[in-house]
């Protein structure tokens, strides 16, 4: 762009920051949505930490290409972009959950057609974006780490009262073979 319209400008700049600090984007074509329709979907979304918005091919191009980041391919048509990163409370937005909102949301309204997407820098294709839903939620991954964390121990906690363990039952047994009284 020669001269640049300052709104351009501040679209790309947008846009490029968007992606820069965004964990993932996913880029979406919603061809034949209606407004309730695309108003339902920002919500889900904004539940799970992620933001829908609308830009225009051109200035998505710019600020990819700003960022070394290849999206030409995907660039085609009516396009959106949901872009997962910190919801307003602070927390990470869950990029599975938002991937498994968007692949549920294409079930039930297939207009919206997911096309790829961004992971971190990298570029990935249609099948990768599926493939995010897939994904174990960010709860369900901790639950996990926490219960492989908790075992082993679970297990030495058990292994370092074994012993003391055993004695009071060898003392108790030894009680119970005398007729349950103690001697002096």
């Not at 709104?7 to 919603?30: D, G, N, P």
């Not at 904004?46 to 999206?71: F, H, S």
């Not at 294709?125 to 709860?139: C, F, N, V, W």
């Amino acid at each position: 762009m020669d001269n640049p319209k300052p709104e351009k400008v501040e679209v790309v700049a947008e846009v490029q920051a968007k992606l820069a600090s965004a964990e993932a984007a996913i880029i979406t074509e919603y061809r034949g949505m209606t407004v309730a329709q695309m108003s339902g979907l920002r919500r889900q979304l904004r539940d799970q930490g992620g933001e829908y918005r609308v830009y225009k091919n051109t200035l998505v191009r710019i600020a990819a290409n700003n960022l070394d980041i290849e999206l030409d391919d995907l660039l085609v048509g009516p396009t959106a972009i949901a872009f997962v990163g910190a919801k307003a409370d602070g927390s990470a937005g869950d990029i599975a959950a938002v991937a498994k909102a968007l692949r549920g949301f294409a079930r039930e309204v297939p207009a919206l057609v997911i096309k790829g997407g961004v992971l971190g820098t990298r570029t990935i294709d249609a099948e990768g974006a599926r493939a995010l839903a897939d994904l174990p939620s960010r709860e369900q991954v901790l639950a996990q780490f926490a219960g492989l964390l908790e075992a082993p121990l679970s297990q030495l906690a058990s292994l370092l009262a074994a012993p003391a363990r055993d004695i009071v039952y060898a003392v108790q047994a030894l009680i119970d073979k005398q007729g349950g009284e103690v001697a002096a």
